[in-house]
């Protein structure tokens, strides 16, 4: 049956996932930014790339630039796609918008934004989907999609076989995005701190794809270095992680994931370049914390954080 959605903070990855889903008569609603929503309302929403071509007419959305427009909607499940560091803000919204027995999801990069909704929501609504899949906008109500390294992983932290997350896997399964349930997602995700954490920030400093960073010896032992710190916090912390240890991890990193996304350009690099604020502190920022509240240290991933942040020093009006 089709789902009611709101995609909440509709940017590349939003836009792309709504638009799959829309696509295959799913009801989308998207929270956006004004000059997103003005050109879906115009000419609708194309996405093309990997995956095929799919035109969802502006008929077919529903679309707003601020929550006010929102009341009185009602969802099967609210997709939260804000930057991380917008998670806090979002919070009063979500609260009033996502109806009670409505799943709230977060697909978004980083440490510490399921922890934020589960504290406010309550933690047997909130699910993790974990994307590993390049959306980019070329132009105003066109998405494209660059890169895929594996399925979009549904699931919770906190009830295993959440039947939300299997509704909202074959959803996307069925509109074309490959997606699947899992009950390991918070493991998954870690999985995906750590890629972010080895190759965001680097790539945004040298300002080269991922691939460039995997043909390179001396780009690889800086990311050694932010792995090896990264292990420590996750067994310091207890973290789940589907690795059992840095050399593993790096055996599929270097093998498998890195050649799966080489020409993908930083969304780090990509937010310098727009004059944007990054997501730092979801990333590395949060294993620098993380590592000194356990005493460890993280030189690596700190010097990361310090270049990262004269990068954004430098960003125009």
Same mark, same amino acid.
């Given at each position: 049956?089709?789902?009611?959605?709101?995609?909440?903070?509709?940017?590349?990855?939003?836009?792309?996932?709504?638009?799959?889903?829309?696509?295959?008569?799913?009801?989308?609603?998207?929270?956006?930014?004004?000059?997103?929503?003005?050109?879906?309302?115009? #000419?609708?929403? $194309?996405?093309?790339?990997?995956?095929?071509?799919?035109?969802?007419?502006? %008929?077919?959305? !529903?679309?707003?630039? =601020?929550?006010? %427009?929102?009341?009185?909607?009602?969802?099967?499940?609210?997709?939260?796609?804000? &930057?991380?560091? *917008? $998670?806090?803000?979002?919070?009063?919204?979500?609260?009033?918008?996502?109806?009670? #027995?409505?799943?709230?999801?977060?697909?978004?990069?980083?440490?510490?934004?399921?922890?934020?909704?589960?504290?406010?929501?309550?933690?047997?609504?909130?699910?993790?989907?974990?994307?590993?899949?390049?959306?980019?906008?070329?132009?105003?109500?066109?998405?494209?999609? $660059? !890169?895929?390294? *594996? =399925?979009?992983?549904?699931?919770?932290?906190?009830?295993?076989?959440?039947?939300?997350?299997?509704?909202?896997?074959?959803?996307?399964? =069925?509109?074309?995005?490959?997606?699947?349930?899992? =009950?390991?997602? %918070?493991?998954?995700?870690?999985? &995906?701190?750590?890629?972010?954490?080895?190759?965001?920030?680097?790539?945004?400093?040298?300002? !080269?794809?991922?691939?460039?960073?995997?043909?390179?010896?001396?780009?690889?032992?800086?990311?050694?270095?932010?792995? #090896? %710190?990264?292990?420590?916090?996750?067994?310091?912390?207890?973290?789940?992680?589907?690795?059992?240890?840095?050399?593993?991890?790096?055996?599929?990193?270097?093998?498998?994931?890195?050649?799966? $996304?080489? #020409?993908?350009?930083?969304?780090?690099?990509? *937010?310098?370049?727009?004059?944007k604020r990054t997501e730092i502190d979801a990333l590395n920022g949060a294993l620098v914390r993380l590592a000194a509240e356990k005493r460890l240290p993280a030189p690596v991933n700190a010097a990361l954080?310090?270049?990262?942040?004269?990068?954004?020093?430098?960003?125009?009006?």
């Open positions: 049956m089709p789902m009611r959605i709101l995609i909440f903070g509709a940017g590349a990855v939003g836009q792309g996932v709504g638009g799959f889903l829309a696509a295959a008569g799913h009801e989308v609603t998207m929270l956006l930014r004004a000059r997103y929503r003005d050109a879906l309302a115009r #000419d609708g929403l $194309t996405v093309s790339g990997l995956f095929g071509r799919r035109r969802v007419p502006p %008929e077919r959305l !529903v679309l707003a630039a =601020d929550p006010a %427009e929102l009341a009185g909607g009602r969802w099967d499940a609210v997709i939260l796609c804000v &930057k991380s560091y *917008d $998670t806090a803000g979002c919070l009063d919204d979500l609260g009033r918008l996502a109806a009670p #027995d409505a799943a709230v999801v977060s697909m978004q990069n980083g440490y510490g934004n399921v922890e934020a909704l589960a504290a406010v929501l309550g933690r047997d609504r909130v699910l993790c989907a974990r994307v590993i899949t390049g959306f980019s906008i070329p132009a105003p109500g066109r998405v494209e999609v $660059t !890169v895929h390294a *594996d =399925d979009v992983c549904a699931g919770s932290f906190y009830r295993p076989s959440h039947p939300s997350a299997g509704a909202l896997a074959a959803a996307l399964s =069925d509109a074309g995005l490959p997606a699947r349930a899992v =009950d390991d997602v %918070e493991a998954v995700l870690w999985g &995906k701190i750590l890629y972010n954490c080895a190759l965001n920030a680097l790539g945004a400093v040298l300002g !080269v794809p991922y691939g460039a960073l995997g043909a390179s010896p001396h780009a690889r032992a800086v990311m050694n270095a932010v792995i #090896d %710190e990264a292990f420590g916090v996750i067994s310091a912390w207890g973290f789940p992680c589907r690795w059992a240890d840095a050399g593993a991890f790096r055996e599929a990193f270097y093998g498998r994931q890195v050649p799966a $996304t080489a #020409d993908h350009r930083p969304s780090m690099l990509q *937010d310098i370049e727009a004059g954080v310090g270049l990262i942040r004269f990068l954004e020093g430098r960003r125009g009006p």
